[in-house]
């Protein structure tokens, strides 16, 4: 009997928010291969935190894990994380900023507005992955 089946696994909805099309790509690739026993991962991309927004994406009903770059043409990373928090479901949006943003009062200043995690780039994948499995298991 596989006991993987006695469960039915909750929607995710990851949504990586970043204007470079390379690490859009790449995120999605990292994701795809990931093992999370408990959700079910409904990915999706943006360029901008425009176009995210207009996208009516967190209307949907559940857990939001978002990939936020900082630096981006429209609407930065800090802004979109503002925005999400204000929302009224916002506890259940997670956030890991992954940005080229280096400076120690950009990064304290995305953890106070309820950045989940912070992280610089040029990254490292196996710790970028490591992060956001730590980050999704402590949602069950």
Known sequence: MDLNNNFIKKTLYVSVIDDDPIIR???????KVMNLNHFELDIDTFENGLQFFESKRLEANGEHFLILDGVMPVMD??????????????R??????????????????????????YMTKPFSIKELQARIERLIKRMN
Request: hydrophobic share 45%.
């Open 25 to 31: 790509t790449m995120l999605i690739r990292i994701l």
């Open 92 to 117: 259940n949006i997670h956030v890991l900023m992954l940005t080229g943003r280096k400076r120690e009062t950009d990064m304290e200043r995305a953890l106070k507005l309820g950045a989940d995690d």
């Open 77 to 90: 990373g800090i802004e979109i994380l503002q925005k999400v928090k204000r929302i009224e479901n916002g």
